[in-house]
């Protein structure tokens, strides 16, 4: 029976009783894990085949550090003086990420990518778990693990592993967004500030879903936690087919019907075109309306008092099939007008996209006719942890936590860290002793 003193027990009291058994707990499971992981890595040096050109130069111990704490770990150390490079066979087949374990290591990417800065990582592992890193050694983690992730994330579709698609309609959905760099990464970038300068770099973002159904309104539903993500630094050239291997991971080449929802930018428009050829293409509505006010600004001006019924009435006749009657309506209302080169160009929009824009046909058949699942997510993904204020990136640093993050809102990163410990252990063929 647990007793709190004299006085009753209270809140104070309890945190501290639990903490106290949290640290005892950890000490015997510390040390426990410590001696099994010294007696796996003394199996691995005694049975490990030195690859021609290594030598076994000597013992090294290590500071490993685990979710339960610290302990020394002894193992051998291999050279190539040849190449200039030694390796511990031990920390490959143990998947230690330097120092650390491998579930330690994976809590703090997840840390890392997950809080909004690395700071709040270190504070909520030590918190929640009672571990001590430091925002630093957690950045550390993330930068040498996200680049695996980037990596694996671009990695491509091999038929066996690929899915098979059972839902009647899979989306996909691409856009970009702007992350703000350190000088050197924006060196020679024309930007949207008054002198010119760019203060961001745009990164891309795919996803990929599925739907079955549609709710009593006749509104598409997307399936619950079918989404998955992929982001990218590269021209849209390279990111198309990168998404496409995406979609094959899902089941593209088996799926029903696949629908491709962008904005109305050309290069957009060309990536899908290119990469989900004869798949129905929308051009997002609310991007569509912000084009319709451009239109009616053109044409009659913000101010006047018509603007906001003539917008509803593009709303109406565009969820009707009518953009070409409203093209012409448009027309023919600023004919030989001063107005009339201006009105046109912000016609060229919806002059271009006519058969992307058949929002009441795609309604009927129970499309989406918005992006908003990419936009949230570029939100979410993206903007929630690299458009923080005052924080300025690295193309890597920011490509590296992206790629995280997208793994872990895909709800893959047991997949992801199972590649990668595989991957560990295959350098040296020791991952069968460690199974042993």
């Known amino acids: 029976m647990v007793r709190f003193g004299a006085g009753e027990p209270n809140g104070v009291a309890v945190q501290q009783l639990e903490m106290l058994v949290r640290t005892a707990i950890f000490k015997p499971a510390n040390a426990l894990v410590g001696y099994l992981l010294q007696g ?18 000597t013992q090294v111990s290590l500071q490993v550090q685990g979710i339960f704490g610290t302990f020394q770990l002894q193992r051998n150390y291999y050279y190539d003086a040849d190449k200039k490079q030694g ?36 504070r909520h592992l030590e918190q929640t778990g009672g571990i001590t890193v430091s925002g630093r ?14 990596q694996w994330q671009e990695r491509p579709a091999k038929p066996g592993s690929c899915q098979v698609c059972a839902a009647p309609i899979m989306d ?4 970009g967004t702007g992350v703000p760099m350190v000088p050197k990464e924006l060196a020679g970038r024309k930007g949207k500030q008054p002198d010119g300068k760019a203060k961001t770099k745009q990164v891309y973002l795919g996803c990929v879903f599925t739907q079955h159904r549609v709710d009593a309104e006749g509104h598409p539903v997307r399936d619950w936690e079918s989404t998955s993500y992929v982001s990218g630094f590269m021209p849209i050239d390279e990111f198309g087919p990168f998404l496409r291997q995406e979609a094959l991971r899902r089941g593209f080449g088996t799926a029903a019907k ?7 930018a050309t290069g957009l428009e060309n990536m899908g075109k290119l990469n989900f050829k004869d798949c129905t293409q929308i051009v997002d509505f609310f991007h569509a309306m ?35 009657d409203l093209i012409a ?16 160009k912000t016609l060229h929009y919806f002059v271009t996209n006519v058969s992307r824009m058949q929002y009441g046909t795609f309604r009927k058949a129970g499309y989406f006719i918005g992006s908003g699942v990419v936009e949230a997510g570029c939100k979410t993904v993206i903007g929630a942890r690299c458009k923080q204020s005052g924080m300025f990136w690295s193309e890597p640093g920011a490509e590296n936590i992206l790629a995280l993050r997208c793994i872990h809102s895909s709800r893959r990163l047991d997949e992801f860290w199972k590649h990668r410990l595989d991957a560990q252990a295959a350098r040296n063929d020791s991952l069968s002793l460690v199974a042993a």
């Open 258 to 264: 696949v629908v491709v929802l962008i904005d109305g």
């Open 290 to 324: 912000e084009h319709a006010g451009q239109v009616l600004d053109a044409l009659v001006g913000k101010a006047h008092p018509n603007h906001k019924s003539r917008l509803r009435h593009w709303a109406k006749w565009l969820l009707k099939d009518k953009v070409e």
């Open 40 to 57: 796996a890595a003394e199996r691995i040096d005694a049975t490990y085949q030195a690859k021609p050109g290594e030598v076994r130069k």
């Open 137 to 150: 050694q957690i950045q550390r983690v993330v930068q040498r693990v996200g680049s695996g992730a980037q």
């Open 172 to 175: 996909v959905s691409a856009d």
């Open 87 to 122: 390796h511990y066979p031990a920390d490959d087949a143990l998947g230690l990420e330097v120092s650390y374990t491998p579930a330690l290591a994976k809590l703090m990417g997840l840390e890392g990518a997950d809080e909004s800065t690395y700071q709040k990582a270190e």
């Open 329 to 344: 309506e448009t027309r023919r209302a600023c004919a030989g007008k001063p107005e009339d080169p201006a009105v046109e």
